[in-house]
């Protein structure tokens, strides 16, 4: 049975001084298996998310769809989808990440990038280590969530 292709774990990397950052091979490995080298790159709150662009254009398609039923949405979606920026890995397997979304949600030097199956999520280093507290803090609850959904 093959795994199907998905990211998952997390790492620690330093952006450079021009705000690029390796992009570990095991993520560029799921973008190979998707066929896709554009990076959709955008806001989420406290950090930023990279869908491959058939990710991405499935989360328009739903918003389209959807979202028109949702007008409370609009405040949303117009900080996601007008952050949006598309990316390519250069030669180096590096991400070029625009100034204007690291100044939005605070990106330093040093951050952490979690695999979140369909996205990757770049947050920085002091920002996740309040995020995974938290979390960590929180299990006992996110289990009986996940035991509701009939998972385990």
Known sequence: MQIKSRFRSRSEHSLDSKGRLSFPSRFRDVLRQLESD?????????????YPVSEWETLETNLLAKGKERPDLAPFVRLVVSGVNECSLDKQGRLLL???LRNEVNLGKDVVLTGMLDWVEIWDKDAWNIEHQTAQANFESYQSKISNLGMF
Do not use: A, E, S
């Open 98 to 100: 625009p100034q204007t």
């Open 38 to 50: 554009i990076l959709m790159v955008t806001n989420w709150g406290k950090h930023l998310r990279i």
